[in-house]
């Protein structure tokens, strides 16, 4: 089987028209077509059908599809395993400002010896094992929904950190003298979290932590980033927001950081990963994130209920 024809195929997969595919792999749009056709002519089957807007996958494309993923992988991870000079390990952490960045930056610290390449998708969890099914990346760190093997039985995931939350408000707010407040000591007041993406996993979190508690969190408004939305908070006597413990920000002088607590409601961050990926500086990641987690009691921190299951 021809590589070549198989990377052109998974690209007009994914691209959805024969020249934007081509312009991926650096050739042209007949290339790629007369690539596609050798393919058909090898499995004897048509893999795509032509239609106004490019092309799409017929049902024997979509059988086809994964499985020439899972090739493309392999032969990556076989020419990478004979390389002198090993890449830097890939590892998206969705932000440099949140939690997930600081959990490498950690790693990192007690292992220079291991090259790492920071990726920050914007994208969710799908996003991230999109990533890893491709060889886009080697690691990611997400909140995980539901247990990744249920999508590829070759991916694996550990919990890395639970994040604790804390509240964010101006030193006028009646909250601010507090050392820690108790979730549903909240009620009273609005919570503003703008930019919430609908479907999103943290945005599940969050309507799991409100319905908990009957809490009133608002993610109307534009969201103009951090520091827009901690100065709207310093102005105001009685908003307030979340922030992770991790989350970096460059916090104006008028604002209290207050922990939740009574219980802690954390934010679950995961690590998943390949089980076909043979980086060397993989099985030592997951290894540090491993040992470094360490689960709560039980009690002592709120958890979305499926979450609180798969943390036992």
């Not at 007369?34 to 090898?42: M, Q, T, V």
């Not at 927001?241 to 995961?270: E, K, N």
Request: overall charge neutral; proline content about 6%.
């Amino acid at each position: 089987m021809n590589f070549a024809a198989v990377r052109a195929f998974v690209a007009v997969a994914e691209k959805g028209q024969f020249s934007i595919a081509g312009d991926q792999l650096g050739v042209t749009q007949q290339a790629v077509s007369k690539r596609i056709a050798a393919l058909e002519s090898f499995l004897g089957a048509a893999l795509f059908e032509r239609v106004a807007s490019g092309a799409v996958l017929t049902a024997d494309g979509q059988r086809f599809l994964p499985r020439a993923k899972a090739v493309l992988l392999a032969v990556d991870q076989a020419v990478e395993s004979v390389r002198r000079e090993s890449r830097p390990l890939r590892v998206d952490v969705l932000s440099r400002r949140l939690a997930p960045a600081e959990i490498l930056r950690d790693f990192y610290r007690a292992n220079k010896a291991i090259d790492i390449e920071i990726v920050t998708t914007t994208g969710g969890a799908d996003e991230v094992i999109r990533g890893l099914l491709d060889g886009e990346i080697d690691a990611g760190l997400r909140y995980l929904r539901q247990p990744v093997n249920r999508i590829d039985p070759q991916l694996a995931q550990a919990f890395a950190y639970f994040e604790p939350m804390q509240i964010v408000v101006s030193d006028q707010h009646p909250l601010a003298g507090r050392t820690s407040v108790q979730p549903g000591v909240l009620r009273p007041f609005k919570a503003w979290v703008p930019g919430i993406v609908s479907g999103s996993e943290w945005a599940e979190f969050y309507e799991d932590f409100a319905h908990a508690f009957t809490l009133d969190i608002d993610s109307t408004g534009p969201n103009f980033g951090t520091e827009s939305l901690l100065d709207s908070i310093a102005d105001s006597r009685s908003m307030l927001t979340f922030f992770g413990d991790r989350t970096r920000a460059a916090w104006p002088q008028r604002l209290a950081r207050i922990p939740l607590a009574g219980p802690t409601p954390v934010y679950p961050w995961s690590v998943v990963w390949h089980t076909g990926n043979q980086h060397p500086g993989l099985r030592e990641f997951v290894t540090h994130l491993r040992q470094s987690f360490t689960p709560p009691a039980r009690g002592e921190v709120w958890l979305p209920n499926h979450m609180a299951s798969l943390a036992r």
